[in-house]
């Protein structure tokens, strides 16, 4: 996808979201949107914050771990480190937890609402390699939406 699709999904996830009071049910879309306009993606969710670890919410594709430590694997880097985790080849990767073995590359996302992390969102790939720098930027501009409409509800997920 180019900037200009990524700039057509945030307005459409401004379009569904912006009267949206539920956070859960806004978290629900955006993972759907996303999921339907990516391609090549096996699975994409939100592992949201619960106390001290990471645990499974709205998403598409395949059952998938539950808990993730914020030590372990590709969402508890992006999670602890506070930085987008862009990674080209998962079985390279230092601690990979294999929820999918098809999932081949992947990219994390950490969802940051008035300077506390409430989870990450997480995208996966069965192609090695599949998210270019231009894939993080748009992912990243949609996520910095999503969380500042998660800003105007009293409740986050």
């Not at 459409?12 to 996303?34: K, M, N, R, S």
């Not at 997480?122 to 270019?132: N, Q």
Request: proline share 4%; net charge negative; charged share 20%.
């Amino acid at each position: 996808m180019n900037q200009t699709d990524y700039d057509l999904l945030d307005a459409q996830l401004h379009a569904l979201l912006a009267d949206e009071p539920d956070a859960l049910a806004a978290a629900g879309i955006f993972v759907a949107l996303l999921f339907n306009a990516l391609h090549d993606v096996n699975w994409l969710g939100i592992y949201v914050m619960r106390d001290d670890e990471l645990v499974l919410g709205p998403f598409q594709g395949k059952p998938a771990c539950v808990h993730i430590a914020l030590d372990a694997g590709v969402c508890g880097a992006a999670a602890s480190t506070r930085r987008t985790q862009r990674v080209a080849d998962v079985h390279a990767f230092p601690g990979h937890i294999v929820c999918d073995p098809d999932s081949r590359s992947e990219l994390v996302v950490p969802l940051v609402v008035h300077d506390a992390l409430i989870g990450v969102l997480d995208i996966d790939s069965p192609v090695a390699g599949r998210f270019l720098e231009a894939d993080q930027a748009g992912v990243e501009k949609l996520c910095e939406s999503f969380c500042a409409l998660q800003e105007k509800r009293k409740n986050f997920i």
